[in-house]
Nanobody, 124 residues
Framework: QVQLVESGGGLVQSGGSLRLSCAASGFTFSGMSLGWFRQAPGKEREFVAASAYDTDNTYYEDSVKGRFTISRDNAKNTVYLQMNSLRPEDTAVYYC?????????????????WGQGTQVTVSS
């Protein structure tokens, strides 16, 4: 049974940092690309960052480049999202996801497995 379990969300002031973790089980972690998406109230779920399994290439949504870093530990079956210089507009539920795709991993529809999400709230 595939499971993705996020943790690390919370309330932080503008300019602060959080590190999200996503523990995976039930599939070959090293053979899957991992992504982070977020969904703010009233908005569609959007791409944040992704890590391709075959090349270790990483991809970021423009507004988080230079502030967020995705990383993965294949030995621990865990993917992380380090978020620095947080802004109120980063407030959302953050989801991790897994896909067998190695390309087009910015596309939400290409992800098969999803976690339940963790709330991140940035106060101004």
């Amino acid at each position: 049974q595939v499971q993705l379990v996020e943790s690390g969300g919370g309330l932080v002031q503008s300019g602060g940092s959080l590190r999200l973790s996503c523990a995976a089980s039930g599939f070959t972690f090293s053979g899957m690309s991992l992504g982070w998406f977020r969904q703010a109230p009233g908005k569609e779920r959007e791409f944040v960052a992704a890590s391709a399994y075959d090349t270790d290439n990483t991809y970021y949504e423009d507004s988080v480049k230079g502030r967020f870093t995705i990383s993965r530990d294949n030995a621990k079956n865990t993917v992380y999202l380090q978020m620095n210089s947080l802004r109120p507009e980063d407030t959302a539920v953050y989801y991790c996801a897994a896909t067998a795709y190695a390309r087009d991993i910015r596309t939400r529809q290409n992800y098969r497995y999803w976690g339940q999400g963790t709330q991140v709230t940035v106060s101004s």
